[in-house]
């Protein structure tokens, strides 16, 4: 079976649609379709069935997709072995991040990259919800993601995840505000506080969930945001408070906010790099990686001895 027909076949399995393995891949949807008659042909089963007005993989063409990316990432690993030997880690990598992870972590990775011959790394931030990572991978070299406890959305979808770092999720609070002299806030602290909060269906939301659960008392939130700037401003002209990573957090008035520690829940988040298995192979993907754990590192020293909480109570 041919090798290219294969890879179709499992853009197909990923992407859903015949149109978006055509977009992907720039053919038409009619050459799509017709290479993947041929590899029907070729494999003497059927491949694909009509459903409604799509088509969908039959078992055996979900089988053979996932033997689609066991024969891509065998050749992406054998050629990966002949570029450690040419020391030539080249080529083109794609980077889409959140935008908090992209302030931590980009800038001093495309530094530390800046010396690589024939290295080009092209990055872009968006801000999906949490089950929207895993699929930015069909598109994106390496997809860094986040997660809270219990909320992983990329589990037994066969990507490689690397894990980068751990942040804190914390309480920012108007550097005035009745609660900035505690050394850390529970649940019972807050409940009763005005919050600005994240559109529904964020990932911080479930902390906010959390702590209702854990309290007699209902979480107001007045207004939200998905840009963490625009509710570090809010935070600081005294309108309410909010859930906020700790390390990016505070950079634009550090006087007119504080950051508290929340216990009592699970407050924290993994940042990871997450990719498909074949991508993951490529020397110049790895080194890119490797960078990018090396940067997640920097930041959390960086970071801990100032901000570690400690064991007195509020």
Known sequence: MDIQRLELLRELAERGSITDVARATHRTASAVSQ????????????????RGRGIVLTDAGRALARSATDVSVAIARATAVWHEFRNDAS?????????????????????????????VVTCTDLDPELRDFPALTADY????????????????????????MT????????ADHRLAGRSWLAPADVIDETWIGVPDGYPFERILDEI????????????????????????????????????????????????????????????????????????AVR????????????????????????????
């Open 212 to 283: 209702e659960e854990r309290t007699p008392g209902h979480v107001k939130v007045a207004q939200r945001f998905a840009d963490m700037r625009l509710i570090e401003a809010f935070v600081a002209a005294g309108l309410g408070i909010a859930l906020v990573p700790r390390y990016t957090w505070g950079d634009g008035e550090p006087d007119k906010v504080t950051l508290k520690p929340l216990r009592g829940v699970d407050a924290e988040r993994q940042i990871v790099a997450l990719m498909r298995p074949d991508r993951a192979e490529r020397l």
């Open 35 to 50: 290479q993947l008659k041929v590899l029907e042909r070729e494999a003497g089963v059927r491949l694909t069935e009509r």
């Open 287 to 314: 080194t890119v990686v490797d960078v990018l754990r090396t940067q997640a590192a920097r930041v959390q020293q960086a970071h801990t001895p100032a901000s570690a909480p400690t064991a007195s109570t509020p």
């Open 141 to 164: 070299d390496i997809v860094l993601a986040y997660s809270l406890s219990g909320q992983r959305s990329w589990g037994g979808r066969g990507l490689t995840v690397v894990p980068l």
């Open 167 to 174: 942040e804190p999720i914390d309480v920012g609070l108007p």
């Open 91 to 119: 080529g083109g990598v794609s980077v889409v991040t959140f935008p908090t992870a992209g302030e931590m972590l980009l800038p001093g990775t495309m530094l530390q990259l800046a010396d690589r011959p024939g290295l």
